[in-house]
T-cell receptor
Framework: KNQVEQSPQSLIILEGKNCTLQCNYTVSPFSNLRWYKQDTGRGPVSLTIMTFSENTKSNGRYTATLDADTKQSSLHITASQLSDSASYICVVTSWGGGFKTIFGAGTRLFVKA | GAVVSQHPSWVICKSGTSVKIECRSLDFQATTMFWYRQFPKQSLMLMATSNEGSKATYEQGVEKDKFLINHASLTLSTLTVTSAHPEDSSFYIC????????????????FGPGTRLTVL
């Protein structure tokens, strides 16, 4: 069964600290994995997208990693800011048997001053 | 920049009225468009998938006569909430599948900013 699991479900950190969010998937065949940031009351905004051959991709203070062998991805946030408080959603796209997009439940990050 | 737009960004209506939400792909043709609903503090829930020129495929539990989807062109899809009731109040998000130049022609889903519907 195609699934995307994220952990932790929620996380509270202090401003300036680093954090890492995890995403494990069982989607096959794999096409790409994307991390989105969703602020409350807004649509998801793409942070990174990685295909099978990519191991890491950065976007400012966000760095995503992908291990296609173990089917794991992580999103590392460096020097967190209050504006990083949001839900972070891992989404895996598969083209097997038609285009499918499988969503993780998201990690809610709270950054406190 | 954004590659998918939605209009309106928010709407308040009276119970019993119908509301139309537009979703447009900007500068690319969307082979497929998706409509999601999201309640507070919950994940996105897929409502329906539509391909241009054909009928939408609705997820289980979503009333097709209540949520009318029209995918008239490769850049426009509309969701009409008919006879809206307070329980239809939610955040509606559309998504378009395509390969916009602005995104390096990566074929995946791109999300709109969402529409907040409040039914009084």
């Amino acid at each position: 069964k195609n699934q995307v699991e994220q952990s932790p479900q929620s996380l509270i950190i202090l401003e300036g600290k680093n954090c890492t969010l995890q995403c494990n998937y069982t989607v096959s065949p794999f096409s790409n994995l994307r991390w989105y940031k969703q602020d409350t009351g807004r649509g998801p905004v793409s942070l990174t997208i990685m295909t099978f051959s990519e191991n890491t991709k950065s976007n400012g203070r966000y760095t995503a990693t992908l291990d296609a062998d173990t089917k794991q991805s992580s999103l590392h946030i460096t020097a967190s800011q209050l504006s990083d408080s949001a839900s972070y959603i891992c989404v895996v796209t598969s083209w097997g048997g038609g285009f499918k997009t499988i969503f993780g439940a998201g990690t809610r990050l709270f950054v406190k001053a | 920049g954004a590659v998918v737009s939605q209009h309106p960004s928010w709407v308040i209506c009276k119970s019993g009225t119908s509301v139309k939400i537009e979703c447009r792909s900007l500068d690319f043709q969307a082979t497929t468009m998706f409509w999601y609903r999201q309640f507070p503090k919950q994940s996105l829930m897929l409502m329906a998938t539509s391909n241009e020129g054909s009928k939408a495929t609705y997820e289980q539990g979503v009333e097709k006569d209540k949520f009318l989807i029209n995918h008239a062109s490769l850049t426009l899809s509309t969701l009409t909430v008919t006879s809206a009731h307070p329980e239809d109040s939610s955040f509606y998000i559309c998504s378009a599948r395509g390969s916009p130049i602005a995104e390096g022609r990566t074929d995946t889903q791109y999300f709109g900013p969402g529409t907040r519907l409040t039914v009084l």
